[in-house]
């Protein structure tokens, strides 16, 4: 099912290296990742989110503000029977860690992110999954190989997604609901504005359900701090913010999520 990012062909793994018939080798890191970004797909040095970024995101998750959307990523999963998985931008493991919990060991879940750091945080967490620092834009995927995708937050490329999904599979995206941190983003701009939850026109796919959930929050300062640091807000902090966040230690913030269900035709 992996493969190759050099010469596309099928990757086997043996006394901790993945290796082709064509003789490229890949070095399993001793927290079990695998590199498969080629140097020439690298468009910065430090490609994906940063450690600092990842590492608020792994103090955040933790403490279980956002166990309700893992939860409802597994009850759509535990819809349908399917043996291999990948979750595509997978950054630290959280979900990744979720959704291998309600698998059997036998059936590794694949995690995709191009952030390094991020992929060496989630094989740490979670060693039945499989991670691979890659771009969602060259999947070191098989063919018609998988069963079901996960994408949160994730951007990726629709004939990638295409070349490695199987007839009839399933891709699930994760998208910020209209109203979603709408407390700390009327911090920041002067004019709100809804996240749209239309769901995207995919060629190739048809949508098969949309809901959202949402959950309200009470936040400590640590929390907040580690929320805004795991957004694009760590960039737009204005002085507003940073005085709200510096006087207050107690915060009530709205999550919403819309998770939309496509099928392959």
């Known amino acids: ?13 043996q006394d ?10 890949f070095d399993q890191a001793k927290e079990g990742y695998t590199n498969l970004l080629a140097v020439q797909h690298k468009h910065s040095k430090q490609p994906g989110d940063s450690k600092a970024m990842l590492q608020a995101r792994q103090n955040f998750l933790n403490q279980g503000h956002f166990e309700f959307l893992a939860n409802a990523i597994n ?12 979750d595509l931008g997978c950054g630290e493991g959280y979900y990744t860690q979720a959704i291998q919990r309600q698998q059997s060991n036998t059936n590794p879940v ?11 945080m989630a094989a740490k967490r ?24 996960v994408r949160v937050f994730a951007p990726s490329d629709n004939q990638e997604l295409l070349r490695i999904s199987k007839a009839k599979s ?5 998208v910020p609901g209209a109203m979603h941190l709408s407390k700390l983003r009327t911090l920041l701009y002067k004019d709100l504005q809804a996240h749209s939850e239309q769901a995207e026109a995919m060629a190739g796919w048809h949508l098969l359900e949309q809901q959202k959930i949402a959950q309200t929050s009470r936040l400590n300062q640590a929390d907040m701090n580690a929320l805004c640091m795991m957004t694009p807000f760590a960039w737009k902090k204005n002085k507003e913010l940073e005085q ?5 230690d107690k915060f009530e913030m709205d999550f919403e999520f819309v998770l939309q269900l496509y099928q392959r035709d």
């Open 110 to 120: 694949i995690g995709i992110d191009i952030a390094k750091d991020g992929i060496r």
């Open 16 to 25: 901790k290296q993945w290796s082709c018939d064509n003789g490229h080798c």
């Open 1 to 13: 099912m992996i493969i190759c990012p050099i010469c596309q062909h099928s990757l086997s793994l």
């Open 75 to 86: 009850q759509v999963i535990s819809q349908y029977s399917v043996q291999s998985i990948v």
């Open 170 to 174: 399933y891709l699930l995206k994760v």
């Open 244 to 248: 709200h966040l510096e006087l207050s």
């Open 126 to 149: 979670c060693k039945q999954a499989q991670f691979f620092v890659a771009s969602n834009h060259r999947l070191p995927i098989a063919d018609n190989s998988i069963d079901f995708t």
